[in-house]
C-alpha cells in the first residue's frame, strides 16, 4: 500500500512526504511498548484523524475549505512564530 505511489506522485509530493513520514525512520522496537501501553489512545487518535480526513474529503468543493486553510494558516505561523523554549 505505501509503496504503491506512482514515481511522478512521489517526485511531486516528496518534500512534503519526507517531512510526515520522519517517524517511519524510527524501528519498530522503539514504537512496541509505546503502541503496547497506548493502545487505546493511539486508536482514538487514529478514529479522530480518519474522521477528519472523511470531513475533508466529503467538503473538498465547499466554501469552508476556505476556512479550514486560513485555520491552519494561522496555526503554522503559530508554531514559526512561537517556538517552544528548550
Request: charged share 25%; proline share 3%; net charge negative.
Amino acid at each position: 500500500m505505501f509503496y504503491s505511489l506512482a514515481g511522478s506522485a512521489i517526485r511531486r509530493f516528496f518534500s512534503g512526504l519526507a517531512d510526515i513520514t520522519r517517524l517511519g525512520l524510527s524501528p519498530y522496537e522503539v514504537w512496541r511498548d509505546i503502541l503496547d501501553t497506548n493502545h487505546a489512545s493511539v486508536g482514538e487518535a487514529l478514529d479522530a484523524y480518519i474522521e477528519t480526513l472523511r470531513e475533508l474529503r466529503a467538503g473538498l468543493t465547499s466554501a469552508e475549505m476556505a476556512e479550514r486553510f486560513d485555520a491552519a494558516n494561522r496555526f503554522a505561523a503559530s508554531l514559526r512564530n512561537n517556538p517552544p523554549k528548550t
